[in-house]
């Protein structure tokens, strides 16, 4: 079985400009959520999807935003980029109801720089 | 809110040694799940061990176990026999129990290396 995949693994943008992330949950999984890994901040919450809609949203402004298909693979999208959103981006899947765990599955990460 | 709290920074232990990680939260909640995930140099982050708090007995996962200490908030992560493969970062978290939650809430981290 697949794992969780993302991309892109590494991109670059300047101050400004918007930039979108891809991840593709395991097969089956049908709630994605997505966290911000910063050296300072460590690992933050961003929002979770589940069956396309939002359902849980952390305390990131409105900048931040997301989606997901009915394939159940999301996206992410960060608009008039700062210097501080410079982090490493971590998708995470997981099974829901009756084998529901708690357990994430996370993917490799998007590391963005923002010049 | 839930606070997750891991006060040491980094740790070093000798392979084939026992070492214990500390994790203490804060919570109103009564029903929720404690995981210690490990975030090797590579970066996928992986499940090491999960804990329900609701059950009395501590986790055990082959060289990995816990001390779940609810009244005490306490969380540590004990590993036993330690490999050089063990060397990463090691995130305590939180989740309130709930089959529409997959919100986790993280300490900080801890850096262990493993010396050969």
């Known amino acids: 079985k697949a794992g969780v995949t993302q991309t892109p693994r590494y991109l670059i943008k300047t101050r400004g400009q918007q930039v979108t992330l891809s991840c593709s949950p395991i097969?089956?999984?049908?709630?994605v959520s997505w966290y911000q890994q910063t050296p300072g901040q460590g690992l933050q919450f961003l929002f979770e999807y589940f069956s396309e809609t939002q359902r849980n949203k952390g305390n990131f402004p409105g900048r931040f935003s997301g989606r997901q298909f009915s394939n159940s693979r999301s996206e992410m999208n960060v608009s008039t980029l700062e210097l501080g959103d410079s982090a490493l981006y971590l998708c995470?899947?997981?099974?829901?109801?009756?084998?529901?765990?708690?357990?994430?599955?996370f993917g490799e990460g998007s590391r963005l720089t923002v010049l | 809110a839930q606070t997750v709290t891991q006060s040491q920074p980094e740790m070093s232990v000798q392979e084939a040694e026992t070492v214990t990680l500390s994790c203490t939260y804060d919570?109103?909640?009564?029903?929720?799940?404690l995981f210690w995930y490990k975030q090797p140099p590579s970066r996928q982050m992986i499940l090491v061990i999960r804990q329900e708090a609701y059950k009395q007995q501590n986790a055990t996962e082959n060289r990995f176990s816990v001390n779940f200490q609810k009244a005490a908030k306490s969380f540590s992560l004990k590993i036993s026999d330690s490999q050089l493969g063990d060397t990463a970062m090691y995130f305590c978290?939180?989740?309130?129990?709930?089959?529409?939650?997959?919100?986790?809430?993280f300490g900080k981290g801890i850096t262990l290396s493993v010396r050969p």
């Open positions: 995470a899947s997981s099974v829901q109801g009756e084998f529901y765990t708690g357990e994430l599955f």
């Open positions: 978290a939180f989740m309130k129990h709930s089959g529409a939650n997959s919100k986790l809430t």
């Open positions: 097969s089956g999984h049908r709630s």
């Open positions: 919570t109103s909640e009564n029903n929720y799940y």
